[in-house]
């Protein structure tokens, strides 16, 4: 299975810091088709995931676009900047272009 | 407005079997794909079952392949996770999930239902 590798574990910030989250995979993450199937959610305290990003770079529907994401191949990363009180809660990057699609084991977005 | 409602978990021994359903609403459910996916308390996500929009293809984690069951009945707009000789690691609250053709793997999400395996 691929292995998503998530640095730092904990991220402890001050609202209006960026924050930057990496997510290393085991194997490329790019499909034949040339797309890369390479996804971010978070999961706010007590809620549902919500997906942020989709195929590397692409914002979902309403994600506010001081979320970016970026990377190629095996390096991903999300990168908040100006972080608000609505961003805490755990990240987790996900993919979906080997089989079985895997999560990586999040990173806990606090404040310091 | 897309709403995914998941019913049917609570408290069962190790061994014994039980039915989530996932009821849809606010889309054509027929024509996406959809997806189980669960969290073991204070643990990370994991997926654990895909069907297709028409039930042609269905695909497990191994971690529950052989044991689980996903199947959806179109007409009722409803979801199904049907869970056989459970074992204590598959507590766990348990989402419904739906595919976005556009992208997004898990573009919406249920509130999640709890199993708890215990004797």
């Known amino acids: 299975d691929v292995v998503l590798t998530q640095t730092p574990v904990s991220l402890s910030v001050t609202l209006g810091d960026q924050a930057s989250i990496s997510c290393r995979s085991s194997?490329?993450?790019?499909?034949?088709?040339?797309?890369?199937?390479l996804e971010w959610y978070l999961q706010k305290p007590g809620q549902s995931p919500q997906l942020l990003i989709y195929e590397v770079s692409n914002r979902f529907s309403g994600v506010p676009d001081r979320f970016i994401g970026s990377g190629s191949g095996t390096d991903f990363t999300l990168k908040i900047s100006r972080v608000e009180p609505e961003d805490l809660g755990v990240y987790y990057c996900f993919q979906a272009t080997h089989d079985p699609p895997t999560f990586g084991a999040g990173t806990k977005l606090e404040l310091k | 407005e897309v709403q995914l409602v998941e019913s049917g978990g609570g408290l069962v021994q190790p061994g014994s079997s039980l039915k989530l359903s996932c009821v849809a609403s606010?889309?054509?459910?027929?024509?996406?794909?959809m997806h189980w996916i669960r969290q073991a308390p204070k643990k990370g996500l994991e997926w654990i079952a895909l069907?297709?929009?028409?039930?042609?293809?269905?695909y497990y984690a191994d971690s529950v392949k052989g044991r689980f069951t996903i199947s959806r009945d179109n007409s009722k707009n409803t979801l199904y996770l049907e869970m056989n000789s459970l074992r204590s690691e598959d507590t766990a609250m348990y989402y419904c999930?739906?595919?976005?053709w556009g992208g997004g793997i898990f573009a919406y999400w249920g509130q999640g239902t709890l199993v708890t395996v215990s004797s």
């Open positions: 194997q490329s993450l790019e499909y034949s088709d040339g797309y890369t199937y």
């Open positions: 069907i297709y929009y028409d039930s042609s293809n269905k």
């Open positions: 606010g889309f054509t459910f027929s024509s996406y794909n």
């Open positions: 999930a739906k595919s976005n």
